[in-house]
Every structure is written in C-alpha cells, then in structure tokens.
C-alpha cells in the first residue's frame, strides 16, 4: 500500500520532519517507509519522527528500532505514543538507547505513552 511513496521518500535529501501519526500503517508500511528514508539514493537530516497512533506494534517496534539508531543520527525526537506497543518493547526501547552515541542521547527526546 505504501510502496508508491517508497521510491520518491527515499529522493528527499532535505526531509527534517516525518509526521506519520494518526495514519493506519502497520509494521510493514512503516518499516517500508523507514527503510526508504534510510538506506534510499541520500539521508535526508531528519530530526523529528512521529509514528503516534501507528499500528507499529512490538514487533514492528523491534525492527524499527535499530534502523533509527543506525541511519538517524541527526535525530531529535522520535514519537512512539499509542503504536499498540506492550511492556515486551521495553527491553527493546532499553537496548535502543544504549545503542546510541553519547551524543544523540543527550538531544533525543523520546515520547512513549502506551
């Protein structure tokens, strides 16, 4: 369903905001689109990720997870709030975390309301 926007996501070289929340994407929608952005043509300097409201779940949050860590690290804030998430994804919020440069841990907000 998302594919159509993969291709030309994965173009934008200047894209600071990803505001995907209130949108019905599941883990494969988000993951496809996240996975554009960071493996795409450039990586664009984004700063602010929402996925409020998402149907990103744990297992979706276990896969996202490490793609931010790795590709985003001009991150800022990164919105997990209502993607159906349980307490399994605290571990995996708490390797997250660890996983980041010193850095970007002190600059990252991260907002996560079950």
């Given at each position: ?30 993951l496809t689109l996240i996975n554009s952005l ?77």
């Open positions: 369903m998302v594919d159509f926007l993969a291709e030309p996501i994965s173009k934008m070289k200047k894209l600071r905001v990803l505001y995907l929340s209130r949108n019905p994407l599941t883990k494969l929608g988000t960071a493996k795409g043509e450039t990586k664009p300097p984004l700063e602010e990720l929402n996925l409020t409201g998402t149907l990103l779940k744990d297992d979706g949050c276990f896969e996202l997870l490490p793609i931010v860590a790795e590709y985003f690290d001009s991150l800022k804030k990164l919105n997990l709030s209502a993607t159906r998430l349980t307490g399994e994804s605290t571990k995996t919020v708490c390797t997250f975390l660890q996983m980041l440069p010193s850095d970007l841990k002190q600059r990252l907000t991260l907002e996560l309301r079950l």
